[in-house]
Structure formats: C-alpha cells, structure tokens
C-alpha cells in the first residue's frame, strides 16, 4: 500500500510537471490565435484586445498557469477560441472517437501478437518461427504512414470498406445494430493500420521474453522432472515472461489517447488527431494544452496499471525484492 | 549378482556453436550402476562430468548431441525414447538435482506447488491426495511444522531451504535414481553436512541409487560407495570408494586426493602451501594423441606422449587408464 | 585519539578495527535495486603487515559487512578502521585516492566486476589508468609482469576476460589488484567458487605475493578448514558478533564456540571418514 501511495503520488508531480511545460512551450512558440485576426483590416485593435481580455490572454503566465489549474482542478480546462467552446466537452467528444479506436486496436494487436510470440518461441527454430520472423521484420521495417497509405489506396481501389469518417451521411435513419456496423465498417481502415503497425513489436516482445524464461535453469529442471510441454509452458514460463509483457501491456495502454493521431489524421478518422493539429495549427491555446493533458492522464494511468499488474504477477516485486529478475 | 539399474556404454556427447569445432565433453564412456549405491563422479569443472549428468536424463543445452552409445535404463535404451516416453522416465523413475538452488526454483511458485507440480505430471493423485502427500514429504526432509514452507516463494527461504525443497521435488515420486550435480558446491560448510546426511537418510529409506557430482572429493569420504574420476570427458580411474582414497591409482586421481588433504586442520603447519596440480585441464575441442592428463602429470613417461592409454582392469571392481598399470 | 602517529613504539599495525558497529541497512538506490547489509556488532581485530587475519562465518553473519567497512565501501554507525595508522572515516580527496590504491578487493565472482568486453590487458591497466600511473609503455611492461606473477599465459593478454576459466579470472583480478601496488588485499569469498585444484593453484600464489610484498590480507570466508591454512589469526562471527577470535592453532585446536564447532564439521567428519577408509585396509 505504500507503494501505491508512492506511486500516486509520483504520478501526480508527473502531471504537474507536465502541465508547467506545456505552458512554458506555448509562451514560448511564436506567433498566437490572434496574429490572423490582426492582419484583418475590419478587425479593430480595441477589439482585439477585448478579445485577449476575455479569454485572460492578458495576465502574466504564472497567473495563467494558476488560474488554469485552479480550473482544471474542477474540471475545467479553459476554453477553446477557434471553436468558442469550453475545451473538455471538444476534447471528450473526440477522445472517446480515438479511444474506440484504439481500444479495438490494442485488444486486436496483443490478442494476435501474444499466441503468435509464445508459439513461435515454444517452436523456436522451426518453420512457424522463422515465418512469423520474416513477417515481423517486413512489417517492423515499413512505417506507419506507409502501410496508412497502402491501405488506404488498397480500400479506394477496392471499395470493399469506406474511407474517411466514422459514420456514413445517412446513419441518423438507421437502426441501432446497422449504425453500429456501420461504426464498424468505418473503424476497419485505421484500426488495420494501427494493428499492423504495432504487432511486429509486440510479438518481438513476447517472444524474447518467453525465450529467455524458456533457457531458464528452473525451467530445464521441471523439464527434468517430466512436466508436460503443455503445463511447462502455460503454468511454468508465462507467468514469468508475463513481467516485460506487463510493462510493455502498460506502455500501449499510456499510448491509447496518442498512439494513432497521425493515422486519425490520415484516414480522416474524428479522434483526437484532427481535432489536435488544426488547434495547433491555429495556436488554440487551451485546446492544445488539454489535448497534452489528456495524453499524459492516460500515459500515468496506464503506467499505474502496469505497476499494479506487475505487483498482482510478481511476487518478488510485492516483497520489494531487490532484482526481480 | 544383481540386475543393473542403469548401463551407459560408449557414450560420447559433443557441442556445436557456429565458427568453432565441436566440443567432445563425454568422450566414449561406458558405466553400470546398481540399484540402491551411491556412486561420486569426482572432476575438476571441464571435465565433463556436469554433462554426462545431463546426457542421461536427455537434457543437454542446445547444440549439445549425442555421437556414439546408449543409455540403458531398466532395459531401455533412453536415447531412443520419444519424448513422451521421456516424461514418464523423468521425475517419476529418475530426476536430477542441481547445482544452484537459487536458480533451479521457480521464483514465481510457490515451493509447495512447484513439488505439487510433479507429483500431480506421474502420481494419478487427487488434489487432496496431492496435499497429503506433499506434506508427508516435506516433513520427512525436515520442514516440520510443513504448511508454513510450503506457502513460501523461493526467494523468502534460505539457500539451504531451497536446496532442500529442490531435493524434495526430485524425490517426490520416488525415483529409482537421483543425480546431483555438485550439490553442496554453494552452500556454507554446516549446511554441507546437512544436506549430504539428508541423501543418505532418503537412500537408506527408500533404496535410491544416487549419483553425486562434485569437484570435491572429500564429499564422498564415508558418502559413497564408488568413484569415478572424470579428467577431459574420460573415465580415469573407477573404484570402491575407501580404494580410493587408500590407494588412489591414476596420478591425476592421487592429486586430487592429496588436495583434500587440505581439509586436515590442525596437524599441518600453518602457510604451508598446498600440494597442487599445476597447469589447467585441457581444452575439449581437438586432443593430440596421447594421454590428456600427460601436460600436467608429475609420473609421466615417454610413452604418455604418443599413445592413449587403454583402460585396464587393475583389480576387481577396479579400473584405470594410464600406462604405470599396462602390462 | 586513539592512534597518534607520533607517538614512538612498535611501528602501527597494518589494519586496526576497533568496536566496529554497523546497523542493518536497507538501501534503496536507482530502478528500485535495494542492497541489504547484515549488521554487525563491536568487532575488532588488527592485521599486522604481512599477516593474514580470517574473518569466518556462515552467509549473512556480517562477515561482508565488515569487509565492505573496511575498504571504506560502507561507513561504520560506530567504531573506527585505521589504515597504517590513519583513520580512515575523515579521508578525502588526495588522500581517499592512495587509501584506494593500498587497499583492493577481490571478490567470489571477479568476472563480474570486470568489463566483458575487456581484455586481461585492459582488465589489468584499467586501475592504473584511473590512478594515472605510468605511461602506456610501462604499463604495458608492467601488465606484461604481473601476468606473468600471477601465473597467466603471455599469449592471452588480448583475450576477453570471459573466455578465461574461474581459475584464471581469479589470477586475473589479483593481478589487477597488485598493479597498483596495494599494502592489503580484503578477500571477500575469493576461492569459494574455485574448484579445489585451481584453489589450490590461488592458495600458494596468495601465499607466494605476500612473501614478495609483505601484503596483509583479510579473508572473508565460510570454509574455517581453508582459512585455518592461511591465516595466522581467525576470528569467528556469527549474527554480527565476533563469537570466538584467536591465533588459528589455538582456535582451531580447542574450538569453544558451537558456531566453530559447527564450521569445522565437514573437515572433521572427513578426516574421520579418511582415517576410518586406511583403518579398513590393515
């Protein structure tokens, strides 16, 4: 308990931290929301600086910084002047567009990537291992925007998926199931970018981490001892190979909110990504400071997640031993 | 005269790696042993003698190979088993405990579970027969009260404990042959003892032949019946364990016997140096002719350089490769 | 104010320990890796130049903890260490540096305290160089002679430091412990991963470079029947206490502790056993 309570309230200074950057960087980007509106001869100055007044532009940073976190400490992450908009409900629109996304995403990736990497290091040096290889590596060595693009062109070509978006013009007259797989349909194009992109990866992981367990001295022992291949594997060497699994599990959970915002992006997907390049684009302040926010909320929690995980998986690391390895 | 539990002839075992020749580390053994003895198999580190442990449970690392011989348990050839055929030999007729108790236990188990493991893999048991059975076994290597222990990860025992509990696994389903590899190597001198009178007591118990591994002979002193000295993946000398000593034959086995001597405290002058064999065991990769031991041999003749000796009977239950007994 | 150096008699011994104490420690350091230290309790010996003093116990009794204070790796909570008559707890700076350099260490698994991809010759220079002794050409000379000193073959000074057995690592972390010319090796568990022939092989070099240097020595060890060999006083721990500390014949000849007793067990129940085998014959 007290290494939660250590952890929690490591994550908090984290967030703090972050926060403080995030406004040290905007102040000192050049240029601001209002530098078009300027050029804008119908614009008056005055009213320029009414508008600076009004969203508090006018105070020094440090009271920028306190009011936003007074704010922020109630929910309340400012407001968004491109959109005349409180900033959490834009973001949380869109947040949950990106996190169905990349839940699906994630789910499908550790779901495939797991079997293949315990497999193909069960099976080490054989066929299925060395195909499996070959296969990571080409995906490994192409990068995301490619494979975004390829299968991008692929589903142009084909037109067996729809492209952009996330519902079709039509689907406020559907039914519940037909708007859901309509969603679905929709989701097919970046979710097998985000799948493909991350899969080799993982794989690579999983299958170090089971080898390594595998060459282990205990692990040639229960061999010695006439323990069934299956067990061996399944009771003996994943709980152990299960460690940088966790952590790595942990790390794509931290990745779910900015993972895939250039294949948003790409495929036109309204998440985050979108939402976040036009606001920085045009130096929406506030929008781009919750968007980070949002982002490392998520990459603490998903690196408590691991933690815990680790304390559930590890007994060693629950005594506090010193080498959990 | 009685059956042989286990029969080993003209076994040799070599490890490949890219870029390098072969490693023959079991060069053409042949040997017997009887049920319920306790045999040492005595060898500075080198000398093959952790790897013939391994070839006979089938449990060389990879890269390791058979090139010649078989392994013949209770009429077997295990070297021609399939590996399920395999399983049901190994834990259940024979298992192997090793060197490093740190590193032979699961740390993720429970130690109950890793020895519930075994017995559950060959013994038909029902869970609570497993429970039963596996609390009768760690009382008798002496976790009294055993409920306590068996709850316990590796890493929150000592290394004693662990050793114990590595022995309790390999004794679990009272195998007909155990094989230690230096099992006492990493423990403190008390729990030597300790440990040593633990594989006695299961010996006297239940009649298990044990063979003991060891780079040390004084462990066998009063421990085993019979030796074997390994020297660069040969057999050098074999015999009844007080013949051994008494009369050690082979100069590389009196050697070995004069550095026990060290443990004589008392009757030596302090700072006196030790008697010694000079030089380092020889690379197992490529031998020229002659004897392997003849660099470092303090008896050595003309003929040692240019010829293998071939193995001599000296006396019965006696054997010995070197030229002084060629008659 | 216990050693003044200028008071004149009988020069100071090597290596002075008096009322060591130290607590358990639990050190939590970076990536959550703790080092706990097992206690010890008012310890004291001297090790006169040239002598050998054991320190014997079975694992976790302190007897590391000891030498870890001693090579001023651990600070003492009570108790003072003099080193040639200084103490060593206020030393800094240019006078840390030449403690560092008389007083070495070597350790059960030297390997592991050496670069893998280190060669012997850059194993053996590397404390030379951090002390900025002698030019690349002496000191290639003086690898060249301490290799030979300890016994390693010429032809393998560009061999990694791995590819070498236990034997030979051992020779090579003594070689680099003389190249800086140390007046007190502390030997935490140096032979108890040697089999007994490259032991024994150690046991007389060890002998041989104490003659040559007029080296101390503390070993750290659980094997009283090897130490009982080598040292001209032992001393007994258990639990952090010295429970027994004498010259090693007299110790050795009429143990009185239960813990020295039970460390001399294996040795006496194999003398037995051998003397019970040469009864058998006649």
């Known amino acids: 308990m007290k290494y939660l309570g250590r952890r929690l309230a490591r994550a908090f200074l984290l967030l703090l931290g972050v926060s403080a950057l995030c406004f040290l960087f905007s102040e000192m980007a050049p240029g601001s929301f209002f530098d078009e509106l300027r050029l804008n001869p119908q614009i008056s100055p005055e009213t320029i600086a009414a508008l600076r007044v009004r969203y508090g532009l006018d105070q020094s940073l440090a009271v920028r910084y306190l009011r936003w976190m007074a704010a922020a400490a109630r929910g309340d992450l400012g407001y968004s002047i491109a959109y005349n908009s409180p900033v959490a409900p834009l973001l949380w629109t869109r947040a949950k567009n990106t996190l169905l996304l990349t839940a699906t995403a994630t789910l499908l990736t550790w779901l495939i990537a797991v079997p293949l990497g315990v497999f193909s290091a069960a099976s080490r040096g054989r066929l299925l291992d060395k195909a499996v290889a070959v296969g990571s590596s080409l995906l490994i060595s192409i990068p995301e925007i490619v494979i975004a693009i390829a299968l991008l062109a692929l589903a142009v070509r084909t037109r067996l998926v729809p492209v952009g978006g996330m519902r079709s013009v039509s689907s406020e007259e559907l039914s519940t199931w037909t708007?859901?797989?309509d969603v679905g349909q929709h989701m097919l194009l970046p979710t097998a970018v985000l799948v493909l992109a991350s899969i080799a990866v993982v794989e690579r992981h999983i299958r170090a981490a089971v080898v390594e367990v595998l060459q282990a001295p205990y692990i040639k022992t229960a061999r010695g001892l006439g323990i069934s291949r299956g067990r061996l594997l399944f009771r003996h060497v994943l709980p152990v190979a299960a460690n940088p699994g966790i952590s790595l599990f942990g790390f794509s959970l931290a990745t779910l909110l900015s993972g895939s915002l250039l294949v948003e992006v790409v495929t036109g997907w309204p998440g985050l990504g979108p939402l976040l390049l036009d606001a920085t684009l045009s130096r929406d302040l506030y929008l781009v400071i919750g968007g980070l926010m949002f982002s490392a909320v998520f990459m603490v929690a998903g690196n408590l997640i691991a933690d815990l995980l680790l304390m559930a998986s590890d007994p060693r690391i629950r005594a506090g031993e010193p080498d959990a390895n | 005269m009685v059956e042989e539990l286990l029969k080993i002839r003209d076994l040799s075992v070599a490890y490949s790696s890219m870029g390098s020749p072969p490693l023959r580390a079991v060069d053409h053994i042949s040997l017997a042993l009887n049920p319920g003895e306790v045999i040492g198999v005595l060898g500075e580190s080198g000398s093959g003698k952790s790897t013939l442990a391994l070839s006979i449970l089938r449990l060389l690392a990879a890269g390791g190979r058979y090139e010649s011989g078989e392994v013949v348990f209770r009429g077997r050839n295990l070297l021609a088993l399939s590996e399920s055929e395999l399983r049901e030999v190994r834990g259940k007729e024979m298992s192997m405990i090793s060197q490093d108790p740190a590193l032979s236990l699961n740390p993720v188990m429970r130690v109950g579970a890793q020895i519930a493991e075994v017995l559950r893999a060959h013994m038909g048991l029902s869970q609570r027969g497993v429970n039963a059975r596996l609390e009768e076994l760690l009382r008798s290597v002496g976790f009294d009260p055993p409920s306590q222990i068996a709850t316990a990860y590796p890493h929150q025992l000592s290394g004693g404990q662990r050793q114990r509990i590595a022995i309790t696994q390999a004794i679990a389903c009272n195998p007909a042959l155990v094989i230690a590899d230096e099992p006492t190597s990493k423990l403190d001198a008390g729990l030597q003892s300790e440990i040593l009178a633990l594989l006695t007591e299961i010996?006297?118990?239940?009649?298990t032949t044990l063979v003991v591994i060891s780079h040390d002979p004084t462990i066998f002193a009063g421990f085993a019946d019979r030796m074997i000295v390994m020297y660069a993946g040969r057999i050098v000398e074999e015999g009844k364990t007080r013949d051994i000593f008494r009369a050690p034959m082979h100069p590389y086995t009196r050697a070995l016997v004069q550095l026990s001597q060290r443990y004589f405290v008392g009757n030596v002058a302090s700072r006196a140096r030790f008697p010694i064999i000079s030089g380092e065991p020889p690379g197992l990769s490529r031998h020229d002719a002659g004897c392997r031991f003849e660099p470092r041999c303090p008896d050595r003749m003309p003929v040692c350089a240019a010829t293998d000796p071939q193995e001599v009977i000296a006396e019965p239950h006696r054997r010995v490769s070197c030229f002084k007994y060629d008659s | 104010m216990t050693a003044n150096p200028g008071v004149a008699g009988p020069p100071a011994p090597r290596l002075r320990v008096c009322g060591l104490s130290k607590n358990y420690a639990r050190r939590t350091g970076i990536g959550r890796k703790s080092l706990s230290i097992a206690a010890v309790h008012d310890v004291s010996f001297e090790i006169q130049t040239g002598k050998t003093f054991a320190l014997v116990g079975r694992s976790g009794s302190g007897k590391s903890t000891v030498a870890r204070c001693v090579a001023r790796l651990e600070s003492p909570d009570a108790g003072q260490i003099f080193f040639g008559g200084t103490d060593i707890a206020p030393l800094g700076g240019r006078d840390l540096r030449s403690f560092r350099t008389e007083i070495q260490m070597i350790f059960q698994d030297a390997v592991t305290s050496m670069n893998p991809r280190f060669s012997a010759e850059q194993v053996i220079e590397e404390p030379m160089l951090i002390q900025g002794l002698l030019s690349k050409n002496d000191r290639r000379n003086?690898?060249?002679?301490?290799?030979?000193?300890?016994?390693?073959?010429?032809?393998?000074?560009?061999?990694?430091?791995?590819?070498?057995?236990?034997?030979?690592?051992?020779?090579?972390?003594?070689?680099?412990?003389?190249?800086?010319?140390?007046k007190l090796l502390v030997l935490d568990e140096a032979l108890s991963a040697l089999d007994l022939s490259s032991e024994a092989q150690i046991v007389n070099l060890l002998l041989d470079l104490q003659q040559v240097y007029s080296l101390g020595y503390l070993f750290i060890s659980h094997d009283l029947s090897l130490v009982a060999r080598l040292a001209d006083e032992v001393a007994v721990i258990s639990a952090g206490q010295i429970v027994e500390q004498g010259l090693t014949a007299q110790v050795i000849a009429n143990p009185t502790h239960p813990q020295t007793v039970e460390l001399l067990a294996p040795a006496r129940s194999f003398q037995r056993s051998y003397s019970e085998m040469l009864g058998a014959a006649e």
Do not use: C, W, Y
């Open chain 3, 142 to 182: 003086r690898i060249m002679d301490l290799m030979r000193e300890v016994g390693l073959p010429l032809e393998r000074i560009d061999g990694l430091a791995t590819n070498f057995s236990g034997g030979q690592q051992q020779r090579l972390a003594i070689a680099r412990a003389l190249s800086v010319r140390p």
């Open chain 2, 203 to 207: 010996r006297r118990r239940h009649g």
């Open chain 1, 179 to 181: 708007a859901v797989k």
